[in-house]
């Protein structure tokens, strides 16, 4: 009988849940007003690789709780690509049920967290009048700004609001870091499939070097997993003197599901300059090297194109005129006509000096962003591109001494 309260007692210790696994439960109607921030992981779709926040309310003579997502685009009002390309997307606050994004998150197999968020009792009072009054207007719709107006930035705002500034004096998440090395980590994270390895591509090239400043700690709260990190380090004054912090309780609400993305970026320079080279000695390689030669001029023009389209005539935040167009340019397109020559072997030499313009072009291009001379960076897409660029001009003079000789 005397081992039965041990037992008790290590029972209790297993079934406890861990910190970070706590049970998070909505308030009553009649109870203090509970607000919760909940993230979940990024989903398996290009247009949920961020992850996604929101706010989960509840109690305050609430008849029920209520989740405020403002993370919903209405396909009826356009084509998502072509809009958001266009700079032109139209999202919505929409309130579902807490149940609703439960099954929605566990449908596309994503995690949730949810943070209990321990503001003051008049600061919560007013925050959740804001929301709730935003989330019963009759245009709830707003202009999605990928970087500066989201689901993430909408919350964050909120709660800077009723802070007055303390979530943007006090937040520490990824500061330093710039908007493109934090879209990279998400599109480029292992596991993540083809569309997302050309999404990463499209990244790295179309845009511009304003996507390259260093962003602040609050900027970076951007991104759900972001600000779900930056709260937690947020303490706030009280009434009755003491601070507190923030974020009063985490857990996690779906465990299971697709994970996290890195802190960084992959570094896939070494993998993409072994590409680059074997792309470059297959465009030395006789006859054969005009269909790498061809590949390289609809790739390079293709990328050049869309980033001048982009910059043309895009209102997308941080795209822009590039620096990429160094090291391609619609002029790269050009090359198909030295790779058709080299397959037919009649290399004349404007087919060099084509080729051999846009080599130095890349080249020079190149070493001033490795130089530091161009605020944009271009690593690793020199370390894939350059190496059949500079092939080319090789190639067709080898082919072109060949056809006189």
Not at 75 to 86: I, K, N
């Given at each position: 009988?005397?081992?039965?309260p041990v037992a008790l007692v290590l029972l209790?210790?297993?079934?406890?849940?861990?910190?970070?696994?706590?049970?998070?439960?909505?308030?009553?109607?009649?109870?203090?007003?509970?607000?919760?921030?909940?993230?979940?992981?990024?989903?398996?779709?290009?247009?949920?690789?961020?992850?996604?926040?929101?706010?989960?309310?509840?109690?305050?003579?609430?008849?029920?709780?209520?989740?405020?997502?403002?993370?919903?685009?209405?396909?009826?009002?356009?084509?998502?690509?072509?809009?958001?390309?266009?700079?032109?997307?139209?999202?919505?606050?929409?309130?579902?049920?807490?149940?609703?994004?439960?099954?929605?998150?566990?449908?596309?197999?994503?995690?949730?967290?949810?943070?209990?968020?321990?503001?003051?009792?008049?600061?919560?009072?007013?925050?959740?009048?804001?929301?709730?009054?935003?989330?019963?207007?009759?245009?709830?719709?707003?202009?999605?700004?990928?970087?500066?107006?989201?689901?993430?930035?909408?919350?964050?705002?909120?709660?800077?609001?009723?802070?007055?500034?303390?979530?943007?004096?006090?937040?520490?998440?990824?500061?330093?870091?710039?908007?493109?090395?934090?879209?990279?980590?998400?599109?480029?994270?292992?596991?993540?499939?083809?569309?997302?390895?050309?999404?990463?591509?499209?990244?790295?090239?179309?845009?511009?070097?304003?996507?390259?400043?260093?962003?602040?700690?609050?900027?970076?709260?951007?991104?759900?997993?972001?600000?779900m990190q930056g709260l937690r380090t947020v303490?706030?004054?009280?009434?009755?003197?003491?601070?507190?912090?923030?974020?009063?309780?985490?857990?996690?609400?779906?465990?299971?599901?697709?994970?996290?993305?890195?802190?960084?970026?992959?570094?896939?320079?070494?993998?993409?300059?072994?590409?680059?080279?074997?792309?470059?000695?297959?465009?030395?390689?006789?006859?054969?090297?005009?269909?790498?030669?061809?590949?390289?001029?609809?790739?390079?023009?293709?990328?050049?194109?869309?980033?001048?389209a982009l910059a043309l005539g895009s209102d997308?935040?941080?795209?822009?005129?590039?620096?990429?167009?160094?090291?391609?340019?619609?002029?790269?397109?050009?090359?198909?006509?030295?790779?058709?020559?080299?397959?037919?072997?009649?290399?004349?030499?404007?087919?060099?000096?084509?080729?051999?313009?846009?080599?130095?072009?890349?080249?020079?291009?190149?070493?001033?962003?490795?130089?530091?001379?161009?605020?944009?960076?271009?690593?690793?897409?020199?370390?894939?591109?350059?190496?059949?660029?500079?092939?080319?001009?090789?190639?067709?003079?080898?082919?072109?001494?060949?056809?006189?000789?």
């Amino acid at each position: 009988m005397r081992s039965l309260p041990v037992a008790l007692v290590l029972l209790a210790l297993l079934g406890a849940p861990a910190r970070g696994e706590q049970t998070c439960a909505s308030a009553a109607p009649p109870e203090p007003p509970r607000l919760y921030l909940v993230t979940t992981s990024p989903g398996g779709t290009l247009f949920s690789a961020f992850g996604h926040s929101a706010l989960w309310l509840s109690g305050g003579g609430l008849a029920r709780p209520v989740v405020l997502d403002w993370g919903n685009f209405d396909s009826r009002r356009g084509e998502p690509v072509a809009d958001f390309l266009a700079g032109r997307m139209v999202y919505t606050l929409e309130a579902l049920s807490f149940e609703e994004l439960m099954a929605r998150t566990r449908r596309q197999g994503k995690r949730a967290v949810a943070q209990r968020l321990d503001l003051p009792p008049a600061e919560l009072e007013a925050l959740g009048r804001e929301v709730l009054a935003a989330a019963r207007a009759e245009d709830r719709g707003f202009a999605y700004d990928w970087l500066d107006d989201n689901c993430s930035t909408r919350i964050r705002d909120a709660l800077d609001r009723a802070t007055g500034g303390e979530i943007s004096r006090q937040a520490v998440a990824g500061g330093g870091r710039s908007a493109r090395d934090e879209v990279l980590r998400h599109v480029g994270a292992p596991g993540r499939g083809a569309q997302r390895g050309w999404a990463w591509l499209g990244v790295l090239a179309l845009l511009g070097p304003q996507a390259d400043a260093p962003l602040s700690h609050a900027r970076s709260l951007f991104l759900p997993d972001r600000l779900m990190q930056g709260l937690r380090t947020v303490r706030l004054a009280w009434p009755d003197g003491m601070q507190r912090p923030l974020v009063g309780q985490e857990c996690a609400l779906v465990p299971e599901g697709r994970g996290w993305p890195p802190d960084a970026p992959p570094r896939a320079g070494p993998a993409m300059l072994a590409a680059g080279l074997a792309w470059g000695a297959a465009v030395l390689a006789g006859r054969g090297g005009a269909l790498a030669l061809g590949l390289l001029a609809a790739l390079a023009g293709a990328l050049g194109t869309v980033a001048t389209a982009l910059a043309l005539g895009s209102d997308l935040p941080g795209v822009g005129p590039t620096h990429l167009w160094w090291l391609c340019s619609p002029a790269s397109l050009l090359l198909l006509a030295p790779a058709l020559a080299l397959l037919r072997r009649r290399v004349g030499a404007g087919h060099l000096a084509l080729a051999g313009l846009l080599a130095v072009a890349g080249l020079l291009g190149s070493l001033l962003s490795a130089a530091g001379l161009i605020s944009q960076v271009l690593w690793p897409l020199p370390a894939l591109l350059l190496p059949p660029l500079l092939a080319a001009p090789a190639a067709l003079w080898r082919a072109h001494r060949s056809a006189r000789g």
